[in-house]
């Protein structure tokens, strides 16, 4: 196959493959977002773009080992009933609508700066889902809310979402320089998610007091509780002091198991091995592209688009990273302009744009972000 053949046929792949992930599932090849990702990959390989070997070293293991890392430790506060119980304390103090959306774009976004958007989407989810019907409320603006400020809140480290672990890998900027400026971007995006929401809502979310029925707050395992939060803040202190974030999280996390004295098999199918699977696939499938140069392509005529001056390059990079994010969502897109940033005027200062803008626009469209896709 020579190289016009290979253009074609890995642009081909990564167009069916987009449409498989970002549409629902067909009657003709009924395939869920991880299958649709999982069969773009082998095909980027049967077909030749790129060798087996060459697909390997296209995953970044790293961001894989992160996600899988901070997934247990949000497991086991799953089973110490830690969600469970937040979110009722959360119901029992909120007296009205409005208040109950404050209190879970907050727990949303502090949460998801800790441990993972998409994690906390998916823990989160289905218990939003019944404190709301128990509280007899409408329930999309809780769920838009807990999406919306799930994804904000991430952007405050460099664990709080996917495409910044990914960037934290590619940049190697350090865990605190990251967060110390992009920890307040997140605090006045929360604040103005909240505005939004109540501005929007405004008739929904009446000034009534909310309904409650009789319901027992889950007893919190308070030993389980007290061990993950130990072991979570010696992560995290870790991650500051500059240790590699993908090992050092995995070893809190098999510090963990071991301490816990549960079931590990029990922890172990509380983790989305289907997003892990989705990523993993992902980044096959975006190389294949990076292989026949697509990337590079797409930079030498944007090139004159950009500029040459720092703020010239800041804003055109702000713009098209919202537009690519919400047409090939934030992960495949960070993947691909990644292999720009090295040639802009201050690289480090255009990876903190990357990772802001990216994070940001993915509440603009439902394929935006998982953490979106995942609550819907």
């Known amino acids: 196959m020579n190289h016009l053949e290979k253009q074609v046929v890995a642009t081909a792949i990564f167009a069916i493959t987009y449409v498989l992930i970002s549409g629902r599932q067909l009657k003709i090849l009924p395939l869920n977002r991880p299958a649709a990702a999982l069969l773009g990959a082998v095909l980027m390989v049967s077909t030749g773009v790129m060798t087996p070997e060459r697909a390997y070293r296209a995953v970044n293991y790293d961001t894989i080992v992160l996600l899988l890392a901070m997934m247990l430790v949000s497991a086991y506060l799953y089973l110490a009933h830690f969600f469970e119980w937040a979110a009722d304390v959360?119901?029992?103090?909120?007296?009205?609508?409005?208040?109950?959306?404050?209190?879970?774009?907050?727990?949303?976004?502090?949460?998801?700066?800790l441990l993972v958007n998409d994690t906390i989407c998916l823990m989160l989810t289905p218990l939003v889902i019944a404190v709301i019907r128990r509280g007899k409320l409408p329930l999309l603006p809780y769920l838009i809310a807990l999406a919306t400020s799930a994804n904000v809140g991430s952007v405050a480290t460099l664990v709080g979402n996917p495409q910044n672990m990914i960037i934290g890998h590619f940049s190697h900027i350090p865990f605190a320089q990251f967060s110390r400026t992009l920890a307040p971007?997140?605090?006045?995006?929360?604040?103005?998610?909240?505005?939004?929401?109540?501005?929007g809502f405004r008739k929904t979310l009446r000034a009534t007091l909310i309904e409650r029925e009789a319901h027992a707050i889950p007893k919190l395992e308070r030993g389980l509780f007290a061990l993950v939060c130990a072991v979570f803040m010696a992560i995290f202190g870790c991650f500051i002091a500059g240790l590699n974030l993908a090992w050092t999280a995995l070893a809190g996390a098999a510090l963990i198991m071991v301490l816990a004295r549960r079931d590990t098999h029990e922890v172990l199918k509380l983790v989305d091995w289907h997003?892990?699977?989705?990523?993993?696939?992902?980044?096959?499938?975006?190389?294949?592209?990076?292989?026949?140069?697509?990337?590079?392509?797409?930079y030498r005529h944007l090139q004159p688009v950009f500029g040459s001056h720092v703020t010239a390059q800041t804003w055109n990079l702000t713009w098209f990273s919202v537009a690519g994010s919400n047409i090939f969502s934030n992960v495949p897109f960070v993947l691909v302009a990644g292999k720009w940033i090295a040639r802009f005027v201050d690289p480090v200062?255009?990876?903190?744009?990357?990772?802001?803008?990216?994070t940001f626009a993915g509440n603009l469209t439902i394929i935006g972000s998982v953490a979106n896709m995942i609550v819907v």
Not at 93 to 101: A, G, K
Not at 185 to 199: D, S, Y
Not at 284 to 297: C, K, M, Q, T
Not at 349 to 358: F, R, Y
């Open 349 to 358: 200062l255009m990876w903190k744009v990357l990772a802001l803008a990216t």
């Open 90 to 113: 959360v119901l029992r103090f909120s007296r009205t609508p409005q208040r109950l959306l404050l209190y879970l774009t907050l727990t949303s976004g502090i949460l998801s700066a």
């Open 185 to 199: 971007a997140a605090i006045v995006g929360l604040a103005m998610n909240f505005v939004i929401l109540r501005f």
């Open 275 to 298: 997003l892990l699977v989705f990523f993993a696939a992902l980044f096959v499938v975006v190389e294949g592209l990076s292989d026949i140069g697509l990337p590079d392509a797409i």
